[in-house]
């Protein structure tokens, strides 16, 4: 029962998240602002978690390919790296990172707002707090973290050209010429189809959890917690669907 109502609450929020503004300058303030907390801010620690994991992939794959019975050539090694960096790691292991730093502040910003009764004045006044609250995250996270994850793919190829150069492994041309090689553009379209639906739940999940927080600070921290530990949990169900639905 816990469980049910929990989806029917959030289901009534986002039925009046989804609702048109009442002020389109204000909502645009509030969707700059969140874009720059939300997605600006997150671009130093995607790209260096990108180029370090980037060139880990690429290390494992040469090796892989060395121990392996048949001759593999080098250069399969960047082609291995960018498939394995579009398919899984920058939608779906980014997508994680930023639910922890992403969802944990979302949750913890309108926890805080609903504690010392804000959203209660704001809904006094006649303003559609889910609607001023929520929607220019939703918007700034499906508008940013495609950008994110696109300079996650870019961060990850780089970490995988320089683990090779510095280790002398495989010639840089070799990896290049892997990039080269053609690959379903499909795979593409998978990554950010994968990308926009964790970003929402990215931005709603947490937007929930801190909507819906009664009690204190304690009770704060509580739910941000958990809506980071839920957040995370329903992208990698959601990854298993999608990857069962669009790769079957």
């Avoid at 300079?151 to 050209?161: E, F, K, Q, V």
């Avoid at 639906?197 to 947490?206: K, L, N």
Wanted: charged fraction near 10%; aromatic fraction near 14%; include cysteine.
């Amino acid at each position: 029962m816990g469980m049910i109502s929990n989806i029917g609450a959030y289901s009534f929020l986002m039925s009046r998240v989804f609702k048109k503004p009442q002020k389109r300058k204000i909502f645009i303030k509030s969707l700059l602002r969140e874009i720059n907390d939300l997605g600006v801010n997150s671009v130093g620690l995607i790209a260096f978690t990108s180029f370090f994991v980037g060139a880990v992939v690429a290390i494992q794959m040469y090796n892989n390919f060395k121990t392996s019975a048949f001759p593999i050539p080098d250069y399969y090694v960047g082609y291995a790296t960018k498939v394995v960096l579009i398919l899984e790691f920058c939608p779906t292991i980014i997508s994680v990172v930023l639910a922890g730093k992403v969802g944990s502040f979302i949750a913890s910003s309108i926890g805080t707002m609903r504690v010392t009764e804000q959203i209660d004045a704001l809904e006094i006044m006649g303003v559609n707090s889910p609607s001023y609250l929520i929607l220019p995250k939703v918007v700034a996270s499906l508008f940013f973290n495609v950008i994110l994850i696109m300079i996650s793919l870019l961060m990850g190829i780089l970490g995988g050209y320089f683990a090779g150069s510095f280790s002398g492994s495989w010639a840089p041309v070799d990896y290049v010429q892997g990039l080269q090689m053609a690959s379903p553009d499909f795979f593409i379209y998978y990554c950010f189809i994968k990308t926009i639906v964790f970003a929402f739940i990215i931005s709603t999940v947490p937007s929930y959890y801190g909507y819906t927080v009664k009690g204190g600070s304690l009770e704060v921290g509580r739910n941000s917690t958990s809506a980071v530990v839920w957040t995370t949990v329903l992208i990698i169900i959601t990854n298993l669907m999608l990857t069962q639905l669009l790769l079957d």
